[in-house]
């Protein structure tokens, strides 16, 4: 089976802009949940989406929105850009009973740099 | 509330020798505990999880780890280090609805 992939691997944007980061989970798989990497904060949950609902949702702004469409594959998205919002963002996916014993395959990152 | 404690920013071990990772965790509830393992500029790779059952949980790349509920940690074990182990490796929590929750991360460097 493919893994998780993200697409792109790499973004530059400038502060206000926004930005959509896009994820493919492993066939069959119908979790998805997103995670911002920095060095300052490690890795932090933005949300989780089961069968095109949010199921979990973490401790950002309203700038931080998801989606997740009938083929599992999810977006996320991030408004009015700024410096802070540097980071690496992580997909990751999960079988597709989606419990909470299930672990959780990550894709290769997003690397957004916001100049 | 849920947390997760990695107390060693960086473990530094000779190759050859056994290495240990700590993570300690603090729950409402059963735990599910996860250990991964990331490579430079790679994603996080799944390394073994305890979700009930025998304390010893053994997973990929000869790693293992000791649930313990009374100290309530879940280190990570393996007998012998490779050069190949050096990574940085998350411990996470999650219980029921709840979202997964990720340590700090640790640096283990392996010593030729």
Known sequence: KAGVTQTPRYLIKT???????????????????????????????????????????????????????????????????????????????SSSSGGASNEQFFGPGTRLTVL | AQSVAQ???????????????????????????????????????????????DNLVKGSYGFEAEFNKSQTSFHLKKPSALVSDSALYFCAVRTGANNLFFGTGTRLTVIP
């Open chain 1, 15 to 93: 502060r206000g802009q926004q930005v959509t980061l896009s994820c493919s989970p492993i066939s069959g798989h119908r979790s998805v949940s997103w995670y911002q990497q920095t060095p300052g904060q490690g890795l932090q949950f933005l949300f989780e989406y089961f069968s095109e609902t949010q199921r979990n949702k973490g401790n950002f702004p309203g700038r931080f929105s998801g989606r997740q469409f009938s083929n599992s594959r999810s977006e996320m998205n991030v408004s009015t850009l700024e410096l802070g919002d540097s980071a690496l963002y992580l997909c990751a996916s």
């Open chain 2, 7 to 53: 107390p060693e920013d960086q473990v530094n071990v000779a190759e050859g020798n056994p290495l240990t990772v700590k993570c300690t965790y603090s729950v409402s509830g059963n735990p599910y505990l996860f250990w991964y393992v990331q490579y430079p500029n790679r994603g996080l790779q799944f390394l073994l999880k305890y979700i009930t059952g």
